[in-house]
Every structure is written in structure tokens, then in C-alpha cells.
């Protein structure tokens, strides 16, 4: 039973580019929650998504960022027009109801 | 807003030592709380889950306590080893969704 799947683990990009990161929950789980931890700080709560629905945006900057999880494939954070302060690593975690959340291994993304 | 802290930032001990860890939060209105540990340049690793009816957890070495009414969690580890070195997050939960987590306390274990 595989765990959480990111990808990629490393992005790099310059200012102004699209990062777009991807997350496949583990098997038989449909709430995923995106975090950001930012260089010397701790792990921020960004979005919390069930399939097709986004329940919890309250930690998403207003601007630029999206995420979405449809009913196949992986759930999709999107970053556009990415600036130096997105740099960060971002981790996917998933769970069935509200229970443990396992998290992924994180996407790293630099912004040049 | 919920806020967690985590005392102490960092942590020196050597192999063999049993060790408390703390975690205080400000908000008693919780629906979980996890303890988790990440290594460097590594995802997070799920050590324990404690709901708010309970009052502590326990797996292999690992003791996790809860007392709401203090905002207050402890993980134990017993007898240390240097493979328990990693930074360890406490991480409460208002509605079993979101986490709010703290900045973790480092801690390294000499052999």
C-alpha cells in the first residue's frame, strides 16, 4: 500500500512561471490537505480538499494560488506567476474521515 | 487562533536517556492532536494521534499525554537512541481537519 505520492520533489522556477505540484492521496483516502513550511518556520495549513470539493481555503493567499482535486487523478496546487517568497516546501497529507493525516514526501520549490 | 509552541527548540542528549518533549497550545477546544516526526529534507512521519477524550498514547518507546484544560501535551522517549534524531512537531487539530503545528524542538541524540 503506497503512501502519499508527491511530485515533482524538487521544482525550480523563475519569476513569473506557473508551478504546478502534484499529490496522489493514499489508496481508500479522499481528504487531502496541502501545507507550506517555509524556510525557518513551521508547517502553515493551506487548503483542505474532498473529491471534487474544496472544503477549507482559509490558509490560501488570496491571489495566485489555487488547488483543486478531481474525481480521477491527483489533487493539483497551482501556483501562478510564482515569486521569490513562494520558495518553500509544500506537503500533501491525506486521510479518510478525521483521523491521522499521512503526509508525502513534500515538493521543494525554488523560485529564481 | 489556535497557536502551538514548542519548548525546547533544541535538544542535546546522549544515548540511553529518557527524554519529555512539551507542547502547549492556546486554544482547549481541540479535536486531535498528532505527533509527528520529520528528518532533514524529508516529509512528516506519524508517531502518535491522540483524540480529546483521551488523555495519553503510547507505541514501542514513544508516550504521547494530552490535558486539555492546560493546552498542554508531552511526548515521552525512552531510552534514546541515535536514530531517534529528528526534529519532532506537535500538531493540534479544531475539527479533525486542519492542523495547526508548532515549530518543533531538534533533537539530537549522541551515541
Known amino acids: 500500500n503506497a503512501g502519499v505520492m508527491q511530485n515533482p520533489r524538487h521544482l525550480v522556477r523563475r519569476r513569473g512561471q506557473e508551478a504546478r505540484l502534484r499529490c496522489s492521496p493514499m489508496k481508500g483516502h479522499s481528504h487531502v490537505y496541502w501545507y507550506r513550511q517555509l524556510p525557518e518556520e513551521g508547517l502553515k495549513f493551506m487548503v483542505y480538499?474532498?473529491?471534487?470539493?474544496?472544503?477549507?481555503e482559509s490558509g490560501m493567499p488570496k491571489e495566485r494560488f489555487s488547488a483543486e482535486f478531481p474525481k480521477e487523478g491527483p489533487s493539483i496546487l497551482r501556483i501562478q506567476q510564482v515569486v521569490r517568497g513562494d520558495s518553500a516546501a509544500y506537503f500533501c497529507?491525506?486521510?479518510?474521515?478525521?483521523?491521522?493525516?499521512?503526509f508525502g514526501p513534500g515538493t521543494r520549490l525554488l523560485v529564481l | 487562533k489556535q497557536e502551538v509552541t514548542q519548548i525546547p527548540a533544541a535538544l542535546s542528549v546522549p544515548e540511553g536517556e529518557n527524554l519529555v518533549l512539551n507542547c502547549s497550545f492556546t486554544?482547549?477546544?481541540?479535536?486531535?492532536l498528532q505527533w509527528f516526526r520529520q528528518d532533514p529534507g524529508k516529509g512528516l512521519t506519524s508517531l502518535l494521534l491522540?483524540?480529546?477524550?483521551?488523555r495519553e498514547q503510547t507505541s514501542g518507546r514513544l508516550n504521547a499525554s494530552l490535558d486539555k484544560s492546560s493546552g498542554r501535551s508531552t511526548l515521552y522517549i525512552a531510552a534514546s537512541q541515535p536514530g531517534d534524531s529528528a526534529t519532532y512537531l506537535c500538531?493540534?487539530?479544531?475539527?479533525?481537519?486542519?492542523?495547526?503545528f508548532g515549530t518543533g524542538t531538534s533533537l539530537t541524540v549522541i551515541p
Open positions: 497529507a491525506s486521510s479518510r474521515q478525521q483521523e491521522t493525516q499521512y
Open positions: 480538499l474532498q473529491k471534487e470539493n474544496i472544503i477549507d
Open positions: 486554544d482547549s477546544a481541540i479535536y486531535n
Open positions: 500538531a493540534v487539530s479544531p475539527t479533525g481537519n486542519q492542523f495547526y
Open positions: 491522540i483524540q480529546s477524550s483521551q
